[in-house]
């Protein structure tokens, strides 16, 4: 009897080892709102850290989300929980964008 409550207690050890041990794998994804000034577009996206602002702003683009010229427009993004503005050309890490930040843009013509 006790050796099996001490195969059980060793069975469920391991097998949250595992599970902690797949999670520190796995990447963790920022929730953001980004707020598009000129349209009044608002978008919850989930992004990777890693990623450039500039990079998810392109492909939001690219798929009809958000209307920007990248050669005839310029865009600022200012970041709500910070209040400033911060470098498209940045990452979300590297802006200081974390979970739940709202991002405002303007999009002025150049």
Known sequence: MM???ILAVG??????YAHKKRERGKEKLLTLT????NSGT??????????RIRDVLRVLSDNGQIVYTPFR????????RQGIYVSP???FKQAGIFY???????????
């Open 3 to 5: 050796l099996m409550v």
């Open 11 to 16: 069975i469920i050890i391991s097998a949250a």
């Open 34 to 37: 980004i707020v598009m000034m």
């Open 42 to 51: 608002v978008l919850d996206l989930m992004v990777k850290p890693e990623q």
């Open 73 to 80: 427009e310029q865009f600022f993004v200012r970041s709500w």
């Open 89 to 91: 050309g940045l990452t």
């Open 100 to 110: 739940g930040d709202i991002l405002y843009i303007d999009v002025e013509e150049v």
